[in-house]
């Protein structure tokens, strides 16, 4: 082999290596050893899904676009981590659900937290009044927190304390329905109930609480705050506790 053949063969120490592209030199780079290939809008969509329990369409109608948009490859993302995508056009709703397997070992990444007993009760009287007003051709149906406390109160025993500390509790709980976008508060003590609340309670179980409940009351019973009101009415939440 001649010396001219031998230097064809043998790349030198710099040849050997690929030189690193700088930034600002691949437009397609987010971040240094960014290695992803979703575009910076549709990654910001996945990670509002994971982050949070529910996307919802007129409080997010950007990103909700994009979801509908490359729905495939943000549900492929989430089975990836063993979540399925739930994606309720008439309603505007999204929403992730941790998946399940007797077969399968999946490390569980969502946790079931259920609603207490007050959140329960006034969800019961969100639903009712939406079913009502729904289908009298109302699109969206509203309440008054006075309105609420009036019915939820009457669900609870004078072990449950003073009227005051009720109300604060039936308050707290539409505050987190208000951050979980079941309702929004249009103006001081006054509501819009969402679509989401066909979701959270169905309307099957709406008809067994609302059976309970009646039984309850013409039996003087008062609800006991470790009863199983709630048992099953839970939402599906990552470990951080993220949320709305």
């Known amino acids: 082999m001649t010396d001219h ?3 064809l063969e043998s790349p030198t120490a710099d040849e050997s290596f690929i030189a690193p592209v700088a930034m600002e030199e691949d437009p397609d780079r987010l971040f240094a050893g960014d290695r992803g290939r979703l575009d910076p809008e549709v990654r910001r969509v996945l990670v509002r899904l994971v982050q949070r329990r529910f996307l919802l369409a007129d409080r997010n109608r950007g990103d909700w676009a994009v979801l509908l948009e490359h729905q495939n ?7 990836d981590l063993f979540l399925r995508l739930e994606v309720d056009r008439d309603r505007g709703v999204a929403y992730k659900q941790q998946i399940r397997s007797d077969e399968l070992d999946i490390p569980i990444l969502l946790r079931d937290e259920a609603y207490t007993r007050s959140e329960t009760l006034v969800l019961v009287h969100l639903r009712t009044v939406y079913q009502r007003e729904s289908t009298a051709g109302e699109e969206s149906p509203r309440v008054d927190v006075e309105d609420v406390e009036q019915t939820v109160l009457t669900y609870f025993a004078d072990a449950d304390g003073d009227t005051a500390k009720r109300q604060k509790m039936i308050r707290a709980a539409l505050g987190r329905l208000r951050q979980e976008g079941v309702v929004d508060e249009e103006s001081e003590g006054r509501y819009r109930i969402t679509p989401l609340v066909e979701i959270v309670l169905s309307s099957g179980r709406l008809r067994e609480l609302v059976t309970w409940l009646a039984e309850h009351k013409s039996q003087s019973r008062s609800i006991d705050l470790d009863d199983d009101t709630d048992s099953d009415l ?4 990552d470990l951080e506790g993220a949320s709305l």
């Open 5 to 7: 053949e031998e230097d």
């Open 73 to 79: 490859v943000i549900e492929s993302r989430l089975n």
């Open 234 to 237: 839970a939402d599906e939440r």
